[in-house]
């Protein structure tokens, strides 16, 4: 009962916060603490986001934004799975692989638009480029840490039965490590969604970092700080459509959900 209580308030208080929050920026505005032209109010970037809507700016960005994303977030998901499984079953690979990935992670996706321009030119190749390069590394590390934490009898019961090669990595390994693999996942989509709009800053002529760049150089902190909040809105929606349900059944299938061992 105190659980179930819990969840049908959790909604409300999330609303009271960011309230809250809303409040504190109208205050911090109103007093003048920051020039406006830095700061505006929350009434200011609200009709500049429906202004953006009207003039058919805002919405082909949205688009275009989720699209690159999901293309490129495709192509990382299939080589992080694979690099990671690779590693998780090959302490070789590992010892190759996991030291460069580590060192990936380390670079901000920004610092992948400068050589993906130098190597694609001006176009999307090189925001899917940044994008792949920005989260397959994350996935492959947590691919390969959640088959290395699968119970040893697991394995050596398949391979005693005759399973092996790919069909030990996606009937055994995979299946078995599946709640860290969503969780790596969930981890690659974010950083992909930092990489898209850090490529669009630099490159582009429609996208949500586009948006960015052009408020910036307009001097439109209203348009900047719209588009912001639109980005973590629309990352903070997709993770909780794409991911935080996968992630719950998943994790209640196995056994690690709250409540899940009481049947």
């Known amino acids: 009962m105190r659980d179930a209580g819990t969840a049908r308030r959790r909604p409300l208080v999330l609303l009271a916060f960011l309230l809250a929050l809303l409040l504190a920026w109208q205050a911090v505005w109103?007093?003048?603490?920051?020039?406006?032209?830095?700061?505006?109010?929350p009434a200011q970037v609200g009709t500049r986001l429906?202004?953006?809507?009207?003039?058919?700016?805002?919405?082909p960005s949205v688009q275009a934004s989720v699209v690159r994303m999901a293309l490129?977030?495709?192509?990382?998901?299939?080589?992080?799975?694979?690099?990671?499984?690779?590693?998780?079953?090959?302490?070789?690979?590992?010892?190759?692989?996991r030291s460069l990935f580590l060192g990936?992670?380390?670079?901000?996706?920004?610092?992948w638009v400068p050589i993906a321009l130098l190597l694609f030119g001006l176009n999307d190749a090189a925001i899917?480029?940044?994008?792949?390069?920005?989260?397959?590394?994350?996935?492959?590390?947590?691919?390969?840490?959640?088959?290395?934490?699968?119970?040893?009898?697991?394995?050596?019961?398949?391979?005693?039965?005759?399973?092996a090669g790919p069909a030990l990595a996606t009937r055994v390994a995979l299946?078995?490590?599946?709640?860290?693999?969503?969780?790596?996942?969930?981890?690659?989509?974010t950083l992909?969604?930092?990489?898209?709009?850090?490529?669009?800053?630099?490159?582009?002529?429609?996208?949500?970092?586009?948006?960015?760049?052009?408020?910036?150089?307009?001097?439109?902190?209203?348009?900047?700080?719209?588009?912001?909040?639109?980005?973590?809105?629309?990352?903070?929606?997709l993770d909780r459509l794409l991911f935080a349900s996968i992630e719950r059944r998943v994790r209640a299938r196995w056994g690690f959900a709250p409540g899940a061992a009481r049947g």
């Open 175 to 189: 299946p078995a490590a599946l709640p860290g693999v969503v969780t790596g996942v969930k981890l690659g989509w």
């Open 192 to 237: 992909g969604w930092h990489g898209v709009v850090s490529a669009e800053l630099i490159k582009s002529s429609v996208g949500l970092g586009y948006l960015l760049h052009a408020g910036r150089e307009l001097n439109d902190a209203a348009q900047v700080v719209g588009v912001m909040l639109v980005t973590i809105a629309l990352g903070l929606v």
């Open 72 to 97: 490129g977030f495709v192509l990382s998901l299939a080589l992080g799975l694979a690099l990671g499984v690779a590693m998780g079953l090959s302490q070789t690979a590992d010892s190759c692989l």
């Open 30 to 41: 109103s007093l003048g603490w920051l020039p406006s032209y830095s700061l505006p109010s």
């Open 128 to 163: 899917y480029f940044v994008i792949v390069m920005s989260s397959t590394a994350a996935m492959a590390i947590a691919t390969a840490d959640a088959i290395v934490h699968i119970p040893p009898v697991y394995l050596r019961a398949a391979r005693c039965l005759g399973t």
């Open 104 to 111: 990936v992670q380390t670079l901000p996706s920004a610092a």
């Open 50 to 59: 429906v202004e953006l809507a009207r003039d058919g700016t805002l919405w």
